[in-house]
Nanobody, 124 residues
């Protein structure tokens, strides 16, 4: 069982930065691939970024590549998402998720555990 709690959301102007954090409980955190997803009003939840258990692989949605950076600290059971050059279209609720799957890691259906989400609003 893994419990996830996100923090760091807020209101920022376009071009600004935010850093999201996800704190995980459970002794086996370092065996999970961690992902960030987001959901805007009226839209489906979409993949943003992922990082494998040993940070050997990271992956990003095309819309955020070069602007967002995912990282993790297994000693502290945390995963972070640094978001730079934010755009109004980045406005959404951002969710942290965990999976032990080894394939289809950009699919939300592969993730077993989810946080409650944190709101990010980017004003123009």
């Amino acid at each position: 069982q893994v419990q996830l709690v996100e923090s760091g959301g807020g209101l920022v102007q376009a071009g600004g930065s935010l850093r999201l954090a996800c704190a995980a409980s459970g002794r086996t955190f370092n065996s999970y691939t961690m992902g960030w997803f987001r959901q805007a009003p009226g839209k489906e939840r979409e993949f943003v970024a992922l990082i494998t258990w040993n940070a050997g692989r990271t992956d990003y949605a095309g819309s955020v590549k070069g602007r967002f950076t995912i990282s993790r600290d297994n000693a502290k059971n945390t995963v972070s998402l640094q978001m730079n050059s934010l755009k109004p279209e980045d406005t959404a609720v951002y969710y942290c998720a965990a999976t032990r799957a080894t394939v289809l890691l950009t699919s939300r259906n592969m993730y077993e555990y989810w946080g409650q989400g944190t709101q990010v609003t980017v004003s123009s």
